[in-house]
């Protein structure tokens, strides 16, 4: 079952602005992962939260959760053309658990 | 090296003909997946293996079926290809469970005419 949506479906910017994406949840949730995947190509990890964090930075990636309300944003400043993909949320959940479940994803257009 | 390597990349067949996907990760991972991304990008888990263990099967199909050699690989094999069989599949591993980050291969893109 799905269980993560992001949000908006698609996000047009210029380059050089900040992005931000967001990811609801439903259920309880051990971690909480960011992935992207370029056009064609597989999907690559790009930030790990855990429950018990709020905030997370990776570079230019900067990922925040809040569990009461169960939701998550992944904020990408200064953003260049390169970062131009699907950007997908993935939700870890129940001790020992052997799957991702994932969101259907936010297409980020960077026009240079 | 690719971490995560499957082939083949695109797959063109005619409905009812049997194919497979092979997947080979060189990690040194315990766990592998298959998931399935259709046409509107949604990714769906199809099988998790943990040390050549199946751990998942999600509502899938009978015609698909999962092979593990050994560890480093996890191979899909689909019988009887159906229109609805055509997405991108792509395999994935990660060093325990799903709670840590998955590393994924490029994907098949299957075509069934």
């Known amino acids: 079952s799905q269980q993560g949506e992001e949000d908006p479906q698609a996000l047009s910017i210029q380059e050089g602005e900040n992005a931000t994406m967001n990811c609801s949840y439903k259920?309880?949730?051990?971690?909480l992962q960011w992935y992207r995947q370029n056009s064609g190509r597989g999907l690559v990890h790009l930030i790990l939260?855990?429950?018990?964090?709020r905030e997370k930075h990776s570079g230019r990636l900067r990922v925040t959760l809040d569990t009461s309300k169960k939701s998550s944003s992944l904020l990408i400043t200064a953003s260049r053309a390169a970062d131009t993909a699907s950007y997908f949320c993935?939700?870890?959940?129940?001790?020992?658990?052997?799957?991702?479940?994932f969101g259907k994803g936010t297409k980020l257009s960077v026009i240079p | 090296d690719t971490a995560v390597s499957q082939t083949p990349k695109y797959l063109v067949t005619q409905m009812g003909n049997d194919k497979s996907i092979k997947c080979e990760q060189n990690?040194?991972?315990?766990?592998m997946y298959w998931y399935k991304q259709d046409s509107k990008k949604f990714l769906k888990i199809m099988f998790s293996?943990?040390?050549?263990?199946?751990?998942i099967n999600e509502t899938v199909p009978n015609r698909f079926s999962p092979k593990s050699p050994d560890k480093a690989h996890l191979n899909l094999h689909i019988n009887s290809l159906e229109l609805g069989d055509s997405a991108v599949y792509f395999c994935?591993?990660?060093?325990?469970?799903?709670?840590?980050?998955?590393?994924f291969g490029s994907g098949t893109q299957l075509s069934v005419l």
């Open positions: 994935a591993s990660s060093q325990v469970g799903g709670n840590e980050k998955l590393f």
């Open positions: 259920t309880s949730i051990n971690n």
């Open positions: 939260i855990r429950s018990n964090e």
């Open positions: 993935a939700t870890a959940s129940g001790a020992g658990s052997y799957q991702l479940t």
């Open positions: 990690l040194g991972h315990d766990t």
């Open positions: 293996y943990n040390n050549k263990e199946l751990i």
